[in-house]
């Protein structure tokens, strides 16, 4: 069984992060007052995907190998090349 979230409107008014957070979890959320229902927020869905793991999908490639050369000195040596 699926319980929705509420929270107070002092909630919405000092603690907006926890409002916030429990929407990016795709929480609906029902605000109250005085104990009672007075609005409903529901989550925007999306309409592109999510992004996809890179950092999982590189321990697949290559798995835990250290690399000689960073990709923050690689950066760093583009970056002094231009200058």
């Not at 509420?6 to 104990?35: A, H, M, N, P």
């Not at 190998?65 to 690689?74: C, N, P, Q």
């Given at each position: 069984?699926?319980?929705?979230?509420?929270?107070?409107?002092?909630?919405?008014?000092?603690?907006?992060?926890?409002?916030?957070?429990?929407?990016?979890?795709?929480?609906?959320?029902?605000?109250?007052?005085?104990?009672?229902v007075i609005a409903?927020l529901t989550p925007?869905?999306?309409?592109?995907?999510?992004?996809?793991?890179?950092?999982?999908?590189?321990?697949?490639?290559?798995?835990?190998?250290?690399?000689?050369?960073?990709?923050?000195?690689?950066?760093?040596?583009?970056?002094?090349?231009?200058?």
């Open positions: 069984m699926y319980h929705m979230k509420t929270v107070s409107v002092r909630d919405l008014r000092y603690d907006f992060k926890k409002v916030e957070r429990l929407l990016s979890q795709g929480d609906e959320v029902e605000i109250t007052k005085r104990r009672k409903r925007v869905r999306s309409e592109r995907p999510p992004l996809p793991d890179f950092l999982a999908r590189m321990r697949a490639n290559y798995g835990d190998k250290v690399f000689e050369v960073s990709g923050a000195d690689l950066i760093s040596a583009d970056r002094e090349d231009r200058f």
